[in-house]
């Protein structure tokens, strides 16, 4: 069985600060990793993802994620904040193999301020 | 051009009515996908269609019922509407080894 743990449900920051979105997996078998976001009232959209080689994964507006297979983390980073990324952030994870199934974690909500 | 598209949008109706929402995707895409949003925004798989077979089936009410009559559309039946069936539903789309999946803008569906 395959979860995710997103260890902050809020997180506000003020604009141009630095932020990290935390996310934990767990698997037993090989794993493929995403990061989402839904911005208010709209679907989601992917922002990033990891399947395999470099372990620095980049994303859309400068977004980025580092996988951590020791310690089961894929967090997201930005390193400078914009209002606009004001949004619900959610990590999910596929086992490997034909499981199409991507489960969720309970999301975070970035509030960028002022 | 919408890649994954649903309608309605919003749909309100009252308990123990019928009612389904339709999604299309236009990426030719051989996979599709029901998942539900709840209150809290916790995002759930429904079902999951490949190449119009059923693939995923989670522990869902058989109240509910999805219907692919090709590739491009994966509509979502609902019978005998319950208040806790409000919710925010998503269709969402990809190739067929699944990486990436695309979601539409969502269905809102209150039970009044």
């Known amino acids: 069985a395959q979860s995710v743990t997103q260890l902050d449900s809020q997180v506000p920051v003020f604009e141009e600060a630095p932020v990290e979105l935390r996310c934990n997996y767990s698997?037993?078998?090989?794993?493929?990793l995403f990061w989402y976001v839904q911005y208010p009232n709209q679907g989601l959209q992917l922002l990033l993802k990891?399947?395999?080689?470099?372990?620095l994964v980049k994303g859309i507006n400068g977004f980025e994620a580092e996988f951590n297979k020791s310690q089961t983390s894929f967090h997201l980073r930005k390193p400078s904040v914009h209002i606009s990324d004001t949004a619900e952030y959610f990590c999910?994870?596929?086992?490997?193999?034909?499981?199409?199934?991507?489960?969720f974690g309970k999301g975070t909500l970035l509030t960028v301020n002022p | 051009d919408t890649a994954v598209s649903q309608t309605p949008k919003y749909l309100v109706t009252q308990m123990g009515n019928d009612k389904s929402i339709k999604c299309e995707q236009n990426?030719?895409?051989?996979?599709m996908y029901w998942y539900k949003q709840d209150s809290k925004k916790f995002l759930k798989i429904m079902f999951s269609y490949n190449n119009k077979e059923l693939i995923i089936n989670e522990t869902v009410p058989n109240r509910f019922s999805p219907k692919s009559p090709d590739k491009a559309h994966l509509n979502l039946h609902i019978n005998s509407l319950e208040l806790g069936d409000s919710a925010v539903y998503f269709c969402?789309?990809?190739?067929?080894?699944?990486?990436?999946?695309?979601f539409g803008p969502g269905t809102r569906l209150t039970v009044l």
């Open positions: 990891y399947l395999s080689g470099s372990t």
């Open positions: 969402a789309s990809s190739p067929q080894t699944a990486d990436t999946q695309y």
């Open positions: 999910a994870v596929r086992s490997g193999g034909s499981n199409y199934k991507l489960t």
């Open positions: 698997s037993s078998v090989s794993v493929y």
């Open positions: 990426l030719g895409h051989d996979t």
